[in-house]
Structure formats: C-alpha cells, structure tokens
C-alpha cells in the first residue's frame, strides 16, 4: 500500500500497525511524487492526507482517477475536515472512503479491509466473456480474438452490460437504465449512436461478424449469428 501523508507522526504509526497486519508499506510527503510512485509501485490501495504541502490530496486523487493506469486503484482519504461537504468532495473526487482524523490506525485497518471486500473480487477476478470476446472488466481492457479493442467508457459500460447478459434481448429504454442510469435524461437514439460505436469498435479489422442483433421494434441482443445466417440489417 501506499501512504501519502505529510505529518511524519502519523506516517510512522500507520506504518508501524500496518506492517504488523502483513503490509508492505510506501510513503511519500507530496503528491506529484505520490502519483509517480502509485505507476511504479502499483499499489493495491492508497491512503491519502487532503493538505498536503505542494498539490492538494484531492488534486492527487482526481488526477489518479483520470489516468487510466492508476483509476481503479482503491483511496481512502484523510482528512481533518469532518463538514459534510468536504466529505462528499473528497468522494467526487474519486475517493472510495473518507476517514477524519484524528482516528485510530485499528480504524484505519478495518476500513481498509471493507474497501478490499468491496473491490477486491470485482477487481482482480472479473473476466466476461463471449464469442472471442473478452473483458477485462477492472483493467478496462477489451479484446476479441486477441485483438485489442478500443473503446470509449460509454461503448465499454454498454458492452460490459451486454456481455453480463448475451442472448437477452434489451429494449433501449432499459438499456438507458441500466447503462446510464435512471436519474438523468438521455434521449433513446443515444443508445442507437453507442451501439453503432461499438459495433464499429469491435470490427477491429473490418471482418469480424455483428454480433450485436437488432430486434426491431424490441432493441438489441448480443447474439453469435451462426454460419450463414444474415443478421437484421442496422437501423
Ligand atoms: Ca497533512
């Protein structure tokens, strides 16, 4: 793990308590250094002071959620701003917990732990596949016949949503949902404008079968065509 934090008090008894607990431990006083670090270390989690010296903790997080090495590593930030609002900054920020000090490293430890039992199994274990397709759901890789694939985060949520369920047909409207979530508004050809994105996408090299069906008037289903049969024509 990594802890970025700039009071050298705290760094040395977190680094005490969590060495005990099995931890191999980094740390670092500043955050561009912090940001070096989680590329070169990669750690399976990062602790985070907010007031660091030169570049905020928060600037550190946003900047390790945009970077797509680095943003699906867990960080639990610290602070000692407790208001509500700092709180939820800390969490759009990217943050996936938020402690306030003063607090105890035991405290620190359990929340580590429930951040792992969170993460951990949808973050090293999760493969989907089909049909050539694969999905490395928390590397954000996908590849079809060892192809690499790219795909913007939209295409790839879609994809993912898809791979989770082939062969059930979605109508758009569920797919918005599911997809892009319920409370914001999105006009129904949207969905039409990604799946179109995607099945360029995953036409890697401009002969790979659609496996994306069109079921009119119903919406799409992820579906391997057999041999000779001809998939409905886009719309
Ligand atoms: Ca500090």
Not at 21 to 44: H, L, N, Q, W
Not at 51 to 75: F, H, Y
Not at 113 to 130: D, G, H, I, N, S
Request: charged content about 30%.
């Amino acid at each position: 793990m990594l802890i970025v934090e700039d009071e050298a008090a705290i760094v040395t008894l977190l680094r005490y308590n969590l060495e005990r607990e099995g931890f191999r431990v980094y740390s670092t006083d500043d955050g561009e250094e912090a940001i070096s670090m989680v590329k070169e270390v990669k750690p399976d989690i990062i602790v985070l002071d907010w007031m660091l010296p030169s570049m905020s903790g928060i600037d550190v997080c946003k900047q390790l959620r945009w970077n797509p090495e680095t943003k699906a590593t867990p960080i639990i930030m610290l602070s000692a701003r407790g208001e509500e609002g700092d709180r939820i900054r800390g969490l759009d920020a990217g943050a996936d917990d938020y402690l306030t000090k003063p607090f105890s490293p035991a405290e620190l430890i359990a929340r580590i732990r429930a951040v792992f039992r969170r993460f951990r199994p949808a973050l090293t274990e999760k493969t989907l596949e089909y049909a050539g397709i694969v999905m490395d759901v928390s590397g954000h890789k996908v590849s079809r016949n060892g192809a690499e694939i790219h795909l913007s985060p939209t295409e790839f949520s879609l994809l993912r949503y898809l791979l989770e369920h082939p062969g059930r047909v979605f109508s758009r409207e569920q797919l918005l949902d599911s997809v892009w979530g319920h409370d914001i508004y999105v006009e129904l050809r949207t969905v039409d404008v990604h799946i179109r994105r995607l099945r360029k996408g995953l036409d890697y090299d401009g002969r790979q079968p659609d496996i994306i069906r069109t079921v009119r008037s119903a919406g799409y289903a992820l579906e391997e065509v057999p041999p000779g049969e001809q998939a409905d024509a886009d719309v």
